[in-house]
């Protein structure tokens, strides 16, 4: 599941949510330190992790 990265745009407090993307696509997000709604998703590196077959 990938993981998302938020600031909220009252506060500048960051934080992550790890989402499928349904849920991601479906809730709208708040701040867990001030409640507001006014959050904007951030850039974020990722990484993939794949097995070798031989």
């Known amino acids: 599941m990938p993981v998302y990265e938020f600031i909220c745009n009252k506060c500048d407090h960051s934080f992550s949510h790890t989402l499928k993307i349904s849920e991601y696509e479906k809730e ?21 992790i794949t097995s070798k077959k031989s």
């Not at 709208?28 to 850039?43: A, E, M, Q, T, W």
């Open 28 to 48: 709208k997000f708040s701040c867990p330190k001030c409640k507001s709604k006014k959050v904007k998703r951030r850039i974020s590196s990722f990484q993939a």
